[in-house]
């Protein structure tokens, strides 16, 4: 490849110090959420501390998951195909500000008409928030596991205490499920309460 293409050098890094550079950072925390996966590393002075990384297999494509299931229970007679799903997921997935806004919006919550290209029209109410509280409660997916932000807190309790609080305080969220409505507003939220057990 390098005498093909007379390329004179190159260079790899890992994903997380990438991010961080693209903010100009060299140290914070990354949380990545991907397609089937989210890593959350922590990185200090440009290199990752493999030490305290967390991987989850729970993604994107979970998330979509989650969101069909739920879809078809108020919309039984609909058939949705998975890129359908994943179109819907990103104009109407959203999280609530918190458990109880959570736990409100579950009784009670306004639902949205949407009219497919077929012209079919669904329902799309409390559906909506499920897919967002999914991260931090990751018990609605049927798994044994703390939220997005427990971990967070975990990835960083891992590191010497001197680094905790410009580990916190420079945490970049990644990803297209990142861009969620109200996602980046709750776990700011929920990241200032937790940061204050450390």
Not at 24 to 32: A, E, K, L, M
Not at 159 to 181: D, W
């Amino acid at each position: 490849m390098f005498e093909k293409f007379n390329i004179s050098g190159f260079y790899a890094s890992e994903q997380a110090v990438l991010s961080l550079y693209a903010v100009g950072r060299i140290s914070g925390c990354t949380v990545d959420i991907g397609h089937g996966k989210l890593d959350i590393a922590s990185v200090i002075e440009g290199a990752v501390q493999h030490i305290s990384s967390r991987r989850f297999e729970v993604g994107g494509l979970d998330l979509t998951n989650l969101f069909a299931k739920e879809l078809h229970k108020s919309n039984p007679l609909v058939n949705l195909s998975i890129s359908d799903v994943e179109k819907l997921k990103e104009r109407y997935a959203c999280s609530a500000e918190d458990d109880a806004a959570y736990e409100k919006m579950q009784k009670a919550c306004p639902e949205e008409l949407h009219t497919l290209p077929d012209g079919q029209v669904i329902k799309i109410g409390r559906e909506r928030y499920t897919v967002g509280e999914a991260l931090f409660q990751p018990s609605i997916l049927g798994l044994e596991a703390h939220g997005i932000v427990e971990q967070l807190v975990r990835c960083i309790s891992t590191v010497s205490t001197e680094n905790h609080r410009q580990l916190l305080e420079n945490t970049i969220l990644c990803g297209g499920t990142a861009s969620m409505t109200g996602f980046e507003a709750r776990f700011q939220k929920e990241a200032l309460v937790s940061s204050s057990a450390m």
